[in-house]
């Protein structure tokens, strides 16, 4: 019952990306084994290249389904690690490429505002290479720190370091996390509440 709540309140949450990434979740329940490995980490990967997903949504999804065994704790970790570096990657090399220039773009302007921008430019200027290591447990700002440290030209070593610290630390908290709670799911407080609003989705 967890699992299948988790996963409707994970439907639910992202219903603004869009009809694919939730059709993309919905298959993700139907697979076993590698190819649902393979859908991981190919949807952290493509957003990297812009794909509209919240990857907190995606891997709550995912570590519910490790409770009815589509995958394993650990190996979903290991592919989610591997899959967010190449992503938040790639979101650091648009930034040492195209910089301030790329989010003139209307679209892009959306996503990356440009005053956040300047105000992700200005927390790496005084927190270095450590704000890459914060920006791993700030969800809905790592895209803009990400962006700015590759805009200030950090070394890519950095970007790795960092960032593949903060996601080893990050994945076993949150897949394990859910997996308590999920294990769990009667006993907490607001249980009853969360079932309605499941059932309710």
């Known amino acids: 019952m967890a699992v299948g709540l988790l996963g409707r309140l994970a439907r639910s949450s992202i219903c603004q990306n869009g ?23 190919g949807v952290l990967v493509a957003s990297g290249f812009g794909l509209p997903m919240n990857e907190d949504v995606l891997l709550v999804t995912a570590a519910a389904l490790t409770l009815s065994n589509v995958m394993a704790p650990w190996a979903l970790i290991a592919v989610a690690w591997c899959g967010l570096l190449i992503a938040d990657g790639l979101i ?8 301030v220039r790329l989010i003139e773009h209307r679209w892009l302007a959306r996503a990356i505002p440009p005053r956040r921008l300047a105000a992700m ?23 803009a720190v990400y962006f700015a440290a590759g805009s200030l030209r950090m070394p890519y070593r950095q970007q790795l370091l960092f960032d593949g610290s903060g996601a080893a630390i990050e994945l076993p908290l ?14 907490l407080p607001v249980a009853p509440w969360l079932h309605a609003l499941g059932t309710a989705g």
Do not use: D, K
Request: zero cysteines.
């Open 92 to 99: 650091f090399q648009w930034g040492r490429m195209f910089g």
């Open 19 to 41: 009809g694919m990434f939730e059709s993309a979740l919905a298959f993700l329940q139907s697979l076993q084994g590698l190819p649902a490995y393979a859908l991981v980490f």
């Open 174 to 187: 949150l897949v394990y996390g859910v997996r308590y709670l999920g294990g769990r799911w009667n006993e």
């Open 121 to 143: 430019q200005a927390f790496m200027q005084r927190r270095g290479a450590v704000a890459i290591f914060l920006a791993r447990f700030m969800p809905g700002l790592r895209t």
